[in-house]
Structures are given as structure tokens and as C-alpha cells.
């Protein structure tokens, strides 16, 4: 098929009323919830799932993709009003959006948030463009055997880049990766972990486990941490139009808003690393190239612009992975990689040749969205103060109740609630452990993948190991793996053997 | 709830040692050593060496600092914190329990209105709220999506 009718398609798919006044909706609602302190762009598009499941494809990822946007630009709100992030996504420059409010420069910031959270988005969706379709073409030619070591090369980023703890990220990896053995063994067919329960026949209910571990556990946390006898939070007051000196602060600093997105875009690419991570990182690497480090923290615009374009562009660069080979480059594409399998766009390279439209008109809906963001954020920002006085008490029973029903929906039963219920509990538990529970998505997403391609890889090779390396694609990818965990290993030995003097002198004395 | 990461540990092991007595009784591939039973029996030995790591670390980094064993994060020592706990998960509990009986609106209103009251609303913010909360999710779910929630002892009645 042309390029041209394929683009044509993909537009008549977007341009549909339903499509945009759902984008526009999921926005809206994005926005809220990331502006919230406390609920999350993954908790956003976890609560949006129930409803997308009733839609078609297009509205549906339209949806979730305005919704997962939105929110990251969101959590800059309160991080200046407040001094909370709205999401982890803008924990890394906090302090400086906070201080730069309280200097007089509220709307410096929260613009400069804006259009440069647009602007590393913009960035993020072109890197889509030009990548996935690349990437779809190169992939065509892979087997099993090359599917195999790109799951096991997911599951490894996930516990040693993303986590500060990698023994309890891949702890948590491996529970996620147990849930998705629960069910009817791919290959045998026989029943695995469903102790006579019919309803685990079909396995853990993926989309209710997210609404549990992202939005209930939450809910939990947010119930117990309420402090009733504090008053609302003085809010440094507004100082005239938004985006008044935003233009200046960008001609300033073009370097830091390609860095930024550059980062944010690969940090996303990766499995496991998300918008957090790429913020935290590209803040750290604008203070090292800045020419004034001690400035940061202290209410500096520069470190706000690198990290305010890199995590709307990790937005876009984890749906490379996700588009291409079917592995989540964070927590909303996960869930992104259930929703595609729910309406039957598989992910994977295939999808790019038998429905290129479909894939145009994400494609689209990405830039179409993070345009929107600006509209949208602009009014997020004069609404801000009102919404943010919506005191948590009111809010979270509300979530909960979404929870609830949306559980409910993706099985027409109470045994969602029943798996929203254990998986809430159980992501409570482990945070409050220190577990990270990201890593358990990315098992129960990747568990199915892994272990279908390894025993396809088995049966074709007759249990030959070797054939795991004959050819040359699988081979670099099976280098990295082992790679990366050979590393991981001889830095913990090195570690576990490396004499701990600071502790032996302060014994001593 | 924080358990000490030897509590942890001891608990992956046993979850481990549970996996592998439950995947030996699943059957593999004729004449090979892969099957159903591989990847939960990889599984189960990557909880038990981690679980062992966890505990293992744990009690070298006891050897400097002691401590106890479970510590009860400050919010879940006040009744306050305790309350607001119970009636969330009590309000998950409900709808699985006595959902299918008595009707997701019943439920959902009575266990609202206990939660919000919990985190100490004004009662008639808190019916109102809990009117509110479900008539929308109903609305949203029940009429838009025609998500069959139970409507239990309100059958006929909406």
C-alpha cells in the first residue's frame, strides 16, 4: 500500500470526532491526576484502562497516551506550588521549581515546565517515528531465539539500570514472572498454580494487578498518611502572564532541551527505565556540563529544563520497545502492551505491515496530544490552586471507588476486585519494603513472552543450547545478557569483599 | 509494615520450596528434561538463593546495628491510621463479599460513607460524597459501558 494512503487512513482515523473528544477528556483527566500529589501517570492510565476496553483501538491508545502525557507535565504543578511532586517523574528538580515560585517567578517555572516539557514530547514522538518503523523492518527477521535473549535483555535492564537495589528489583522481577506462569502452561497445557480455580485457568488477570499495585497500594499509603490537623498550604503567588520571559529562557539554553530529550528518549527506549529515572539523570548531567552547579537546588532554571524535556520524551521513546517487540520501556507501556493485545493489534513488526494505518495513527494521536499539552496545561495552571485544595480525604475514597468498579469490568466478575485486592495488598507490602514494584508489571507482561520463546527455541533445537547463539543477531543480544550480568555479578563480589573502613573506624572509635 | 529483610528472605525461601513442590508434580516433554515444571523450578531457586542473599545481608548488616525484627510504620500505631486501613480494605472486602447479594450501590454507599466518616468528614459531606462517588461510577460504568455490576437487592428498581 502507498505511503500516501496509509497516511490518509491513519489521519481519517484520528480525525474522527470520537477520537479527539477522547483525547481531549483523557487529557483533562490526565492532567488532574497527575496534578495531584500522590496519584500517578501510571495510576492515571491504570484507571483509564477499564474504560478503553470498551472502545476501539485508536480511541482507546488516544486515551492513554493524552492521559500518560499529560500527567508527567502535571506533576510539575505541585512540585512549584507546594514543593510535592505531582508524580516521581518531577522529584529531580522540585526544589528549584519550588524556590524559583517563591522568588517572584511562579509562572517562569510552570512555563517553562510547559513548553519545554512540549517541546522534549515533540522530540520523544519523532524519535518514535523515525525508530520504530526502522527498527519493525529489522526485526522481521527474527526468531524465536533472537525474541528469547530481547525478553531476557528486558528482564536484566529492569533490575540493574532502574533500581538503586537490583537484589529487590529482581526479587520483585522474578514474583512478577512467577504470576505469569499462573494458568495453563503455553506449551502442555497443563494447569499450573490455579489450586482448582477455574478463573486462574486463563492466568492473573493482568489489567485489575495493575489497578491493585499502582492504584490501590496507593490508595493505602494515602489513607494512612493523612495528617488532619494541618491547614491547607500557602501557595507563592501568580505574577502575571505564563508564559512572559519563557522565549529567553529557551533561546538560552538550546543545548540543555536536545540533551534532555536525546536522554529522555533512550532512558525510555529502555525496559524498566521510565520518565523518573530520565529526569533524575539529565538533571544530574545538566549540573555536570553547567557552568554554575552550585546553582542547582537553589531555584535555577537550567537543571528544569533538562528534566522537564526528558521526561516527556521518555514518554515517546518507550513506545519503541513496546510498538516493536512487544517489551514495555516502562510502567504505562505495560500497560499500553495489554491494551494492544486486548484489541488485537499484537505488537510486534508484523503490525507495522499488516495494519501500518493503525500504527500511523498513533503516531499522530502522540503529536496531536502533546500539542494539546499546552492548551491543556495552560489551563491546568490558573485552575491549579482550586484543584489542589480538593483535600486527599475527598479524593482518595473516590479513586477507590474507580478501583473498584474498574476491577470489576475487565473480568464481569468480583474475581477483578478479588486480584486487584491481593495485588494491592502485595504491592503495599513491598514498597513499604523497600521492593520496587515496577519490575513485577515487566515479569508479568515479558513471563509469557520468555518462557513461549524459550521453549519454542528448545523444541527447534532439539534442547540444544547452542543453538541459542548459531545466529549472529541472537548471539550479540545473548553477549549482552550475560554481559550485563557478569558486570552486575563481579561489581557485587567486588563489593561483598571490598573492607568497609569508614565502619571499622568509626567502630574504633 | 516494614519486616526486616531476614524476615523477607525466610518468607521467598519458603515461597520458593513451595514452587518447587508444587511444579514437581507437573509433567515434562517426553524424553526431556524441559516442560511445564522448567521455568517455576528456576523460579523457585532464584527465590530460594534470593531469599538466602536477603537474609544473609541482613544479618551482616545486624552485626553493627541491632534492631527488631517488624516495625510498624508511626501512621499505623495511631487508631487513626489503623481505621483508615481497615475501611479501605474493608470496602474491597465488601463488594467481593456481599456485592453479588446485596448490590454494588448498596455496598458502595454504605462503604463509602464509613470511609469517608473514617477520615473524619462532616457526616452530611460524607452521605453526599458517597452518593456522588457511586452514582458516577454507575453512570460511568453501569449505563455508558454497560458493565454488568451486580444491582442486587435494587434489581428492578434501577
Known sequence: MPVTDVLLQALMLVADPRVLITAFLAGAFGMFVGAMPGLTATMATALLVPMTFFMDPIPALAAIVAASGMAIFAGDIPGALLRIPGTPASAAYVEDSYRLAMKGQLNLALGTNLLVSCIGGLFGVFVLIAAAPMLAEFALRFTSYEYFWLAALGLSCAIFIASADPLKAGIALLIGLAMATVGLDPTTGVPRFTFGQVDLMAGVEFIPAMIGLFALAEVMRGVVRLNYGTPPPAMPKSDGALFRGVGGVIRRHPGNIVRGSLLGAVIGALPGAGADIAAWMSYAVSKRFSKTPEAYGTGHVEGLVDASAANNSAVGGAWIPALVFGIPGDSVTAIVIGVLYMKGMNPGPTVFIQNPQLIYAVFMIFILTTLMMVPLGWVAVKAARQVLRVPPRVLLPIVLSFCIVGAFAMTNSVFGIVVMLALGVLGWVLEENGFPVAPIILGLVLGGMFERMFMTSMIKSGGDLGAFFDRPIAAILGAAVLLIWGLAIFGAVRRMLAPKRPALQKADQ | ?158
Not at chain 2, 545481608?57 to 510498624?72: E, K, L, N, T
Request: charged content about 10%; glycine content about 10%; proline content about 6%.
Open chain 2, 1 to 158: 509494615m516494614k519486616l526486616t529483610d531476614a524476615l523477607s528472605g525466610a518468607a521467598l525461601i519458603l515461597l520458593g520450596l513451595f514452587m518447587l513442590w508444587q511444579s514437581a508434580q507437573f509433567p515434562s516433554f517426553a524424553g526431556t528434561a524441559y516442560g511445564a515444571a522448567m521455568l517455576p523450578r528456576l523460579l523457585a531457586l532464584g527465590f530460594v538463593i534470593g531469599g538466602a542473599l536477603l537474609v544473609l545481608r541482613d544479618i551482616m548488616a545486624r552485626r553493627h546495628a541491632g534492631g527488631p525484627f517488624v516495625i510498624f510504620a508511626p501512621e499505623l500505631r495511631r487508631v487513626q491510621g489503623i481505621a483508615a486501613m481497615a475501611a479501605v480494605l474493608g470496602n474491597v472486602a465488601a463488594q467481593i463479599l456481599l456485592g453479588p447479594q446485596l448490590g454494588y450501590p448498596l455496598v458502595s454507599v454504605l462503604g463509602l460513607l464509613v470511609l469517608f466518616l473514617v477520615l473524619r468528614l462532616p457526616v452530611w459531606q460524607a452521605t453526599l460524597l458517597a452518593i456522588g462517588a457511586t452514582a458516577l461510577c454507575w453512570w460511568l460504568f453501569a449505563v455508558l459501558l454497560r458493565v454488568p455490576l451486580p444491582r442486587g437487592l435494587l434489581e428492578g428498581i434501577i
